[in-house]
T-cell receptor
């Protein structure tokens, strides 16, 4: 089955700096890669995602890049703010004919991001 | 707010007991997936329900079972609770064919 490795496990930055979190996956059939933000006491919140037919996607201060050949993808947060502090998870899944497998996600171990004012 | 609601939010059970957790999916979503998140770990896929049938299972024993109802809400049942079952249980709803899966706030289960 799919295995997703995520690094680093903790990341501490100053407000305004950039933060980068990296993930690798093992199953070359994986074709959907979402990123989730989880705040204390809450469920994961989808913040951005990318499909395998796209190399990069950006949404304001957040961007995700995908290298299918190397089987790795990264989350980039620019101009970090204290409210960005949370646990971030990458995930991967493989589509099936019915499209239901997008909900069968394999998650990385998580990165605790702390943004210091 | 994702529109996915779970109940209860917290639960304490004794080893050997049985528990039922509930999930109400987002309006228009017909697929519900359940995850177990141990402290400090990423969520682990338990199983998925689509059209009231199990549609894939992760590496969890049969004492983890579920149901999906005609309104697409879902239940997770765990029998013969073990101490290691203590975790945050998350459900995520999605619409078959669409990529986005939206999570509820979770149910914190403590087994003592």
């Amino acid at each position: 089955g799919e295995n997703v490795e995520q690094h680093p496990s903790t990341l501490s930055v100053q407000e305004g700096d950039s933060a980068v979190i990296k993930c690798t996956y093992s199953d070359s059939a994986s074709n959907y890669f979402p990123w989730y933000k989880q705040e204390l006491g809450k469920g994961p919140q989808l913040i951005i995602d990318i499909r395998s037919n796209v190399g990069e996607k950006k949404d304001q201060r957040i961007a995700v890049t995908l290298n299918k050949t190397a089987k790795h993808f990264s989350l980039h947060i620019t101009e970090t703010q204290p409210e960005d502090s949370a646990v971030y998870f990458c995930a991967a899944s493989t589509s099936n004919a019915g499209g239901t497998s997008y909900g069968k996600l394999t998650f990385g171990q998580g990165t605790i991001l702390t943004v210091h004012p | 707010e994702t529109g996915v609601t779970q109940s209860p939010t917290h639960l304490i059970k004794t080893r050997g007991q049985q528990v039922t957790l509930r999930c109400s999916s987002q309006s228009g979503h017909n697929t519900v997936s359940w995850y177990q998140q141990a402290l400090g770990q990423g969520p682990q896929f338990i199983f998925q329900y689509y059209r009231e049938e199990e549609n894939g299972r992760g590496n969890f024993p049969p004492r983890f079972s579920g149901l999906q109802f005609p309104n697409y809400s879902s239940e997770l049942n765990v029998n013969a609770l073990e101490l290691d079952d203590s975790a945050l249980y998350l459900c995520a709803s999605s619409f078959a064919g669409n990529t986005e899966a939206f999570f509820g706030q979770g149910t914190r289960l403590t087994v003592v």
